[in-house]
């Protein structure tokens, strides 16, 4: 079992792999893939700040809506490598507590996740 040390040295090495140069994108992967170790292998879905968003390859500003907030997911596919998938999402309705607005957002998360974690070397 890796201590917390170890697994954000490797949860760092992980990140890079992945491609993500930009300091709060790469510093969220991080902090997600560490999660992912932690939780053995469990996909991990956590919120991140927009500047963290932006700094990822497949960020689209096209799909970024002003009132949005973003996610970013992570999960091991089926050949057995990481893989990621970042969103911003917008959850409508005037009746929703900040605690339902998480769990239905951390639900599309994974089932966007769950996409590409059928595929080896998938990332969105």
């Not at 949860?11 to 902090?31: C, P, S, Y």
């Not at 809506?65 to 893989?83: H, P, R, Y």
């Amino acid at each position: 079992m890796m201590n917390r040390n170890e697994r954000r040295r490797a949860a760092a090495l992980i990140a890079r792999d992945f491609g993500v140069t930009q300091e709060d994108a790469l510093a969220a992967l991080t902090r997600a893939l560490e999660r992912l170790l932690a939780a053995n292998w469990e996909p991990q879905v956590m919120q991140i700040t927009r500047e963290a968003l932006q700094g990822f390859p497949s960020y689209d500003p096209t799909l970024d809506v002003e009132d949005s907030k973003a996610w970013l997911a992570v999960g091991i596919d089926v050949a057995g490598c990481g893989t990621f998938a970042v969103e911003s999402i917008v959850i409508l309705g005037n009746d929703i507590s900040p605690r339902e607005e998480k769990l239905i957002a951390q639900e599309r998360m994974l089932l966007t996740l769950q996409k590409h974690l059928c595929h080896a070397g998938v990332q969105a």
